[in-house]
């Protein structure tokens, strides 16, 4: 079973590499963090252990990577900058970290596990598009602002949010403890966000 994470990975990153290219909804999709955090989420709550949901993310994720940038490169043409090395290393390193973290606490089911789960949630959001979409919706805004409004990328982080907040938990009374502090959470990734982006060069 765990076998398969190599090629689904290699296979979602060569699909992201070609969304990238499509500017449509797709393109946000593969750039935005929202399916890749849920992704990430599915395989630490699905596996059996700690060392499983690790393994089985780090085997996805690097494969993820190795699949764009082989991708980029080599069908594409395009050449390879550091991005390459710093997504390879979230890979090795952060991927298999946040699995096991997450994978511990949905099975501890304790009150940290609604905590995870709506700063992960928050992590989904962060794009934006949530936001930007209740302005425009809300506001009298002029014709160019609609222009960067990214209505099914907003779906996308609801959706894939929504989907953490009811994995990771265990109970209903944590699920809404999770619900319940997901605009904080997101409030505080929102500011903290751009800095790490920003310090990595991504």
């Not at 009298?140 to 009811?166: C, E, G, H, K, N």
Request: some cysteine; overall charge neutral.
């Amino acid at each position: 079973m765990t076998g398969v994470f190599v090629p689904a990975g290699f296979a979602a990153g060569v699909l992201a590499k070609y969304a990238d290219l499509s500017e449509t909804w797709l393109s946000d999709a593969a750039t935005y963090l929202s399916v890749w955090v849920v992704a990430l989420v599915v395989i630490a709550v699905m596996s059996n252990d700690v060392a499983r949901a690790s393994l089985r993310a780090v085997l996805g994720f690097v494969a993820m990577c190795s699949g764009y940038y082989v991708t980029s490169f080599v069908v594409l043409g395009i050449p390879l900058g550091r991005e390459v090395t710093i997504w390879l290393a979230l890979a090795l390193v952060v991927v298999p970290m946040g699995a096991a973290i997450v994978h511990w606490s949905s099975v501890a089911d304790r009150w940290y596990s609604a905590v995870l789960a709506a700063l992960m949630a928050g992590l989904c959001l962060v794009s934006g598009a949530v936001p930007r979409l209740l302005i425009a919706l809300t506001e009298s805004m002029p014709d160019y602002f609609w222009s960067t409004v990214r209505p099914v990328q907003a779906m996308i982080d609801v959706a894939s949010a929504v989907a953490i907040l009811v994995l990771i938990p265990r109970t209903w009374t944590l699920r809404a403890a999770a619900f319940a502090a997901v605009i904080p959470s997101y409030m505080l990734v929102s500011v903290l966000a751009p800095h790490v982006f920003g310090r990595l060069g991504v």
